[in-house]
Structure formats: structure tokens, C-alpha cells
């Protein structure tokens, strides 16, 4: 938690469930990748956290942005971002969210089917266009593969197809999961790349972009991940390898890197119960939950870190669910989350990291909880 955050909570009457995100700490993400990743162009995912006041902080820091949809599009827009800084990343579009981004200027889209390629030459007639391909995202918390991307082996046909539709065949993109915490499937997927624009310039094609995705990993302290420092050096490697020289213009899409560490939850305990199931166990229930916008929380994908405010002693093992009737409202069964014995209803629990993927996932009011309660300062 930024020093901010913590002046914030002390001196301002906040509800809970709410989330707090440190702008500054968002602005300085962005920096020190920047700085780190001289070989790339930051495109902010604007999916992982789409506060107007994160645009906006990021648009006056140079950051660029990918968007999925023509809401997120349109929220760049408004923060004044010139539409050649904004990428529409997402595969699966309307035609006519295609046509309203391309009315208003967008001339870089993902696609990784014949099916979005024609819809791509309706809506953005002559617009540049990246094929996605699936890589590997072994190693990802959160991954993201089977649903978008085709075989690498059909990439250059694609690309092919999207020329004779009148499309400017850019390049290729690929997403190695959220979370990934192995930095070997960015290396091995631009290797897999540059054979692939090799393949292209047999045929003709000239590509000059590299989407690299996201994925870039933040300790959530549930197990080491790889410094950023240290994924950049090998991603510089890998590029310096894998194009000899002659390397595309390469972007990158962080979200979860950029706003994670950003944030914080907190939450009141509503009941602390003793459970005699099989075994006898402590259950803790949060009035933020599954519902509340902690959809990661699903298959305890991402784990975060907890802890009660001002009660000392000694902890124990807990579950933690959330406040809803509904049994999949169950943050952490296997995680083994340890929390203050002392902990009673009414006590405060922060929930750290939570910037990301957290605001836009809360529900719009299931089983009446309203959704989260949002500060930016
Ligand atoms: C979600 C998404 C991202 C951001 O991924 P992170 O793991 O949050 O960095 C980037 N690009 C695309 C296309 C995405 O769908």
C-alpha cells in the first residue's frame, strides 16, 4: 500500500467494499517499463483497470492504448488520445463497433479468422491488421489461449487473404496469458514470429509490427515471479536473436503490470464462523466477493494478499468467502489464507494489489450488493 493510499484511508470516511487506486503509482508503472522497454511502444490494456482518470494520466505520460471494445475506444477518445495511439486488439468485433472505431480513426486492428477479415475490409476498408496467433501461456495465473488466436500455420495464409481484401497485412500478434510467470513463452513465441514474418516475405508480404501482448507478471506473494528488468533483458535478447537485426516496430499491451500494485480493497468482515465439515474450519465472509470484483478469485487463479487492519496476535488458517447467497462466492478454500484468530465481524481486511481486473468485473448488483466503490487519487 502507497504511503497515499494510507493517508487517504486516514483521513477520508470511505465505505466498504471499496478500491483505491494511487494515480501516481500507475504514472510511475508506466515510467519504469518505459525506461525498461526502450525496445518497445506501451499500449495501456485498457480492459485491466478503464478509469477515466487512469486514461488520462497515462495519455499525458506518452502511454498508447489497446481497447476492445468501441465503450473503451471511445473512453480514449475522450481523454483526448489521437487515435493512431490506439490499437483495437480484440479479435471478436461487430462489424459496426468496426466501423464506428475506423469513423473515428483507429487503423489498427487484431483479427485471427476469414470471418473477422471480411467484416475488417467492410468496416476499415485499407486499414493495417495483425493476425494473432496461439502461443503457449503455460506458466500464466489467467491465461488466455483456445479462445483467440489461430495456428501459427495458417497465420501467413490469413495475412494473404486479408491483402486480397483490400487490408494492410502489419503484422502479427500473440498474448502469452495474464500472469504469465515464465519468461521463456515471450522468447519462444518471438521466435516462432519471426519465422513467421520470413514465411510472409516469401509471399510476398511485408510485415512491420510485433504485438508482444501482455501477461507481464506482479508479485502478488504467492510465489516468486520474474523481475520486469529481467524479462525485458531476455525479450531484448530474444528480439535481437530471433530478427537479426532488422527488427519490426514491437508493441506491447501490460494492463495488469500497469494499475495492479496501484490498488487496494478493503473490506469488512460481515461473520467469522466456525465450520465443523469434514474438518473443523474457520470461515471468514468479506462483503466484497466473486461478484463484488474479485472474478479472479475463480479456481483461486489470483491469490491476494490479505490482511486485517490493526488486530495482532496470533493467525490461523481461514477460508474467505464472499457476502453473496450463492456458493461459488468462495474466494479462497485451498489457498490456506491466514488471518488474525482476534479477527471478528466488523474488523477491516485489505485486499493488496488490487488494481487490476477488479473495478469492471464487480456485478451491477447481484443479490443486491452494489458494486465497488471507486477512489482515485
Ligand atoms: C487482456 C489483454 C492484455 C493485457 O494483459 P495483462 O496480462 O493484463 O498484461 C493485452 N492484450 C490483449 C489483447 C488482451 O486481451
Not at 37 to 51: D, L, Q, R, S
Not at 77 to 94: E, H
Not at 194 to 208: E, H, N, P
Not at 349 to 355: A, N, Q
Request: aromatic share 8%.
Amino acid at each position: 500500500m502507497t504511503k497515499k493510499i494510507e493517508r487517504f484511508f486516514d483521513d477520508a470516511e470511505t465505505r466498504t467494499p471499496c478500491l483505491v487506486v494511487d494515480l501516481d503509482r500507475v504514472v510511475e508503472n508506466h515510467a519504469c517499463m518505459a525506461e525498461l522497454m526502450t525496445w518497445g511502444e506501451i499500449f495501456y490494456a485498457v480492459k485491466a483497470n478503464p478509469a477515466p482518470e487512469i486514461i488520462a494520466r497515462l495519455a499525458a505520460s506518452g502511454c498508447a492504448f489497446d481497447a476492445a471494445s468501441p465503450s473503451e475506444v471511445a473512453a480514449c477518445l475522450k481523454a483526448g488520445i489521437a487515435p493512431d495511439r490506439i490499437s483495437y486488439g480484440n479479435t471478436v468485433k461487430k462489424l459496426s463497433d468496426i466501423s464506428f472505431a475506423a469513423g473515428q480513426g483507429v487503423d489498427l486492428f487484431a483479427f485471427d479468422s476469414v470471418g473477422e477479415i471480411e467484416k475488417l475490409a467492410a468496416g476499415a476498408p485499407g486499414s493495417s491488421v495483425v493476425c494473432r496467433v496461439v502461443v503457449s501461456n503455460d506458466g500464466a495465473r489467467w491465461p488466455l489461449t483456445r479462445k483467440f488466436g489461430c495456428h501459427s500455420d495458417e497465420a501467413v495464409a490469413l495475412l494473404k487473404c486479408a491483402a486480397g481484401a483490400g487490408l494492410r497485412p502489419a503484422g502479427i500478434s500473440f498474448h502469452v496469458g495474464s500472469q504469465q510467470t515464465d519468461p521463456a513463452r515471450w522468447c519462444e513465441a518471438i521466435t516462432l514470429c519471426a519465422d513467421l514474418f520470413a514465411r510472409a516475405a516469401d509471399a510476398g508480404l511485408s510485415l512491420d509490427v510485433l504485438n508482444l501482448g501482455g501477461g507481464f507478471p506482479v508479485p502478488y506473494g504467492d510465489g516468486a515471479v520474474p523481475e520486469l528488468e529481467t524479462l525485458s533483458n531476455m525479450i531484448d535478447q530474444a528480439l535481437d536473436e530471433a530478427f537479426s537485426g532488422a527488427r519490426p516496430r514491437v508493441i506491447v499491451e501490460p494492463g495488469r503490470a500497469i494499475v495492479a500494485n496501484a490498488g487496494v480493497i478493503r473490506s469488512e468482515v460481515i461473520l467469522v464462523a466456525e465450520r465443523a465439515y469434514d474438518t473443523t474450519e474457520r470461515w471468514v465472509y468479506l462483503d466484497v466477493g466473486r461478484y463484488g470484483g474479485l472474478a479472479e478469485s475463480e479456481g483461486e487463479a489470483i491469490r491476494y494478499r490479505m490482511d486485517a487492519v490493526g488486530c495482532d496476535g496470533p493467525s490461523g488458517p481461514v477460508v474467505v468467502a464472499g457476502p453473496t447467497c450463492d456458493s461459488h462466492d468462495v474466494l479462497y478454500e485451498n489457498a490456506m489464507c491466514v488471518l488474525p484468530l482476534v479477527l471478528k465481524a466488523g474488523d477491516i481486511v485489505t485486499l493488496h494489489d488490487t488494481g487490476a481486473y477488479t473495478s469492471t468485473y464487480a456485478s451491477v448488483g447481484f443479490n443486491g450488493f452494489a458494486p465497488l466503490e471507486e477512489h482515485y487519487i
